[in-house]
């Protein structure tokens, strides 16, 4: 329930600025501190240098597509307009290419 009410909570300020107890729902136990939070650990462990080198390396491999997406959700993530952006194409067309390389451009 913690964890959901975290990314509930992300949503919401990302989107409207609002907070939990702002929307009436209460905040979520702290489990970030927990020691051995191995989703904790994993999602925050990665090395920047090298995201930053897949990043210089993967973007020039986009196609055009993919190149427009990387781009409009990029500038929005600069530019903290945040939203929420859906990506519907067929499989094999390079969603997780791209969702992977926009982790990697965020984190780096």
Do not use: W
Not at 60 to 71: F, G, K, N, S
Not at 75 to 97: C, H, Q, W
């Amino acid at each position: 329930l913690s964890l959901s009410l975290t990314a509930i909570g992300d949503l919401l300020q990302a989107m409207c600025g609002r907070s939990l107890a702002q929307v009436g729902l209460p905040e979520p136990a702290v489990v970030h501190d927990l020691p051995g939070n191995a989703l904790l650990n994993r999602e925050t462990s990665y090395d920047e240098e090298i995201l930053s080198t897949v990043v210089a390396e993967r973007e020039p491999t986009l196609t055009d597509d993919q190149r427009v997406a990387y781009e409009g959700i990029s500038n929005r993530m600069a530019s903290g307009e945040g939203g929420i952006v859906f990506l519907d194409a067929p499989g094999g067309t390079g969603k997780t290419y791209l969702l992977n390389l926009l982790l990697a451009k965020v984190r780096s």
